[in-house]
């Protein structure tokens, strides 16, 4: 990487590209997890009853961490006091811990490899965020 850049700037650089990937990423499982939803119980009527089920339906809890993950580095890249290096790799530390899937471990990492194995889309996002992840970027 450049010499021109902090330790900060390519931190915080990684984090809105990682928080970007992240999105993707969410928005892909919320979509694959509908679809299976769908399969078991039958079409979801409205983007309302799917946004009810998401907040509240035991079903799509495993991915509430990862929205709420977003939402917590939206509040740090745009808090009036400028994000630290030690925050910014703290966050990057999170994302890490968030996007290991296990075939047996917590629900939610069982859930993820599930996804990952069903959807080659999935398994390519997760790919590019453990990409923006790696040490050497």
Same mark, same amino acid.
């Given at each position: 990487?450049?010499?021109?850049? +902090? ?7 990684? &984090?809105?590209? @990682?928080?970007?990937? #992240?999105? !993707? &990423?969410?928005?892909? %499982? &919320? /979509?694959?997890?509908?679809? @299976?939803?769908? $399969? ?11 946004? $009810?089920? @998401?907040?509240? /339906?035991? *079903?799509?809890? *495993?991915?509430?961490?990862?929205? $709420? ?7 740090? #890249? ?12 703290? &966050?990057?530390?999170? @994302?890490?811990? %968030?996007? +290991?899937? =296990?075939?047996?471990? =917590?629900? !939610? ?8 194995? !069903?959807?080659?889309?999935?398994? #390519? ?6 990409? *923006?992840? =790696? =040490?050497?970027?």
């Amino acid at each position: 990487m450049s010499s021109g850049y +902090s330790p900060l700037d390519l931190s915080f650089q990684r &984090l809105r590209e @990682v928080r970007a990937a #992240l999105l !993707r &990423l969410h928005k892909a %499982l &919320l /979509d694959s997890e509908r679809d @299976v939803y769908e $399969q078991f119980y039958g079409r979801i009527r409205s983007n309302g009853e799917f946004f $009810q089920l @998401v907040l509240e /339906d035991e *079903w799509f809890s *495993w991915l509430r961490p990862f929205s $709420q993950f977003i939402v917590e580095i939206d509040e740090a #890249l745009s808090a009036k006091e400028p994000i630290t290096l030690d925050r910014a790799n703290e &966050l990057l530390d999170e @994302v890490r811990s %968030l996007v +290991s899937p =296990t075939e047996e471990g =917590t629900n !939610r990492e069982q859930r993820y490899y599930q996804a990952i194995q !069903r959807d080659p889309g999935i398994a #390519l996002m997760h790919a590019e965020v453990s990409r *923006w992840l =790696t =040490t050497d970027r």
